[in-house]
Nanobody, 122 residues
Framework: QVQLVESGGGSVQAGGSLRLSCAVF????????MGWFRQAPGKEREGVAI???????SYADSVKGRFAISKDNAKNTLYLQMNSLKPEDTAMYYC????????????????WGQGTQVTVSS
């Protein structure tokens, strides 16, 4: 049984930082594509950052230079370091994984965490 468990969300002021974690249970996640997605109220879910099984990384234009995705294989944990946060980054953040597919289309990912809320005030 594959499980993804996020943590690290919270409320910060604009310009602040947060680090999200996604603990992975039930598989060797180094063989999966993993990503962070977010969804704000009334908006469609969107990709934030992706790390493929070969280690290649991609970021959404809106977070380039501010966010960093990484993983710790020893801890089986995916991270998202978020710096210089803006009010428009406010959303529920989800980590996702898939063995076969990768990319920005959130609907191709088979495994999802429960989400962690990030709120940025101005």
């Amino acid at each position: 049984q594959v499980q993804l468990v996020e943590s690290g969300g919270g409320s910060v002021q604009a310009g602040g930082s947060l680090r999200l974690s996604c603990a992975v249970f039930g598989y060797t996640y180094s063989s999966y594509c993993m990503g962070w997605f977010r969804q704000a109220p009334g908006k469609e879910r969107e990709g934030v950052a992706i790390i493929d099984s070969d280690g290649s990384i991609s970021y959404a234009d809106s977070v380039k230079g501010r966010f960093a995705i990484s993983k710790d294989n020893a801890k089986n944990t995916l991270y998202l370091q978020m710096n210089s946060l803006k009010p428009e980054d406010t959303a529920m953040y989800y980590c996702a994984a898939d063995f076969r597919q990768c990319g920005w289309a959130w609907w191709v990912y088979n495994y999802w965490g429960q989400g962690t809320q990030v709120t940025v005030s101005s």
